[in-house]
């Protein structure tokens, strides 16, 4: 099955580290008369998941949305798994100008402990702890019992949230009922469908991309009874352009999770979306030729993700295509 779209751009980017298993992110760029949306759904998706991509990139292309003049979105730096929490805090405080640290945990509570308390070490010997805040992002990894031992040692640090510490709305009710930080929810809000966030939560992380695009975040966002904070899913420059949008848009005064941009060795552009002074610039970005020669996809992977959008737009209704002014474009093969 292969998918005639008139101009599609494909591409290869190789972060910096690994990030959660991750070397490479794999995708393609479309264009409409809007500008560039960007399809690139983690290869675990099911052809569901990568519908709501498609439908976001989409959305970016196709539909006219107007971007503001000279505004930016404060975003927080992101310590993965396998960085140095030290050196990636004093990179981001000094590079960047982040004071909201984003911190991958989920390892034994001893671990996990001396990550974050590294950033605090950062910051201290940078003379900035009084402007630190934290964000432990546990990706439903801990129990509920870890998770109350991980925070009992952490007392005395600046956290700001902790995000999906466990899996289950069942599991984060019970933990709520024994802390007093807050919780943040993202995969359970996605995969579960849970809008009454407030019975087992206090935030809600929202990611444009894989919800659908700014439509259907703003839907989504109507029907959740808590908070919301933004965050990426890892997308290119391209791709992040619609989150930075959608962050300014709902939540103007919050700091985002969108500076992913700093994971990232290579881009389908030439200024990457990353930060300046602890933000980012609202505006829509589009590919460079060059860059996206530097990034090529091979072939055979070509055909591969050509098969998984077709198979995505398969899924996405005539009606919904049709009010977007998207051409039927042939699938074959």
């Not at 798994?81 to 390892?107: M, W």
Request: with cysteine.
């Amino acid at each position: 099955m292969l998918f005639a779209f008139p101009e599609l751009e494909f591409f290869s980017l190789t972060l910096q580290k690994e990030f959660r298993g991750v070397r490479r992110r794999e995708g393609i760029l479309l264009a409409g008369p809007s500008g560039w949306g960007e399809f690139s759904p983690f290869p675990n998706y099911a052809p569901i998941e990568d519908s709501l991509w498609l439908r976001a990139a989409l959305e970016s292309a196709f539909v006219p949305i107007e971007f503001p003049q000279n505004s930016s979105v404060a975003v927080n730096a992101i310590i993965g798994d396998n960085e140095d929490p030290y050196l990636g805090s004093a990179r981001a405080l000094n590079e960047f100008g982040c004071t909201t640290i984003k911190i991958k945990v989920g390892l034994d509570v001893d671990q996990d402990v001396e990550r974050v308390q590294e950033i605090v070490r950062a910051f201290v010997e940078a003379g900035q702890l009084n402007k630190l805040l934290i964000r432990l992002d546990a990706n439903g990894r801990w129990g509920i019992e870890q998770a109350i031992n991980t925070i009992a040692e952490l007392q005395s640090v600046p956290i700001e949230y902790i995000e999906q510490p466990c899996r289950s709305a069942t599991q984060l009710r019970k933990l709520r009922k024994k802390l007093t930080v807050p919780i943040a929810v993202d995969e359970t809000i996605r995969t579960d469908g849970q809008y009454q966030v407030s019975e087992f939560a206090d935030l809600a992380i929202i990611k444009v991309s894989p919800l659908g695009g700014i439509d259907a975040v703003e839907r989504l966002i109507e029907k959740l009874d808590v908070p919301v904070r933004f965050s990426s899913a890892l997308e290119s420059s391209v791709g992040l352009s619609s989150s930075l949008l959608a962050a300014h848009k709902f939540a103007p005064d919050q700091v985002a999770g969108l500076g992913t941009g700093m994971l990232l060795a290579t881009d389908t552009v030439k200024q990457s979306a990353i930060p300046h002074g602890g933000r980012i610039r609202v505006a829509k970005c589009e590919p460079d030729p060059e860059q996206l020669a530097r990034v090529p996809l091979s072939k055979t992977q070509q055909d591969l993700w050509r098969k998984r959008l077709a198979q995505a737009w398969q899924l996405i209704p005539e009606s919904q295509l049709a009010s977007w002014g998207v051409p039927k474009w042939s699938v074959q093969g």
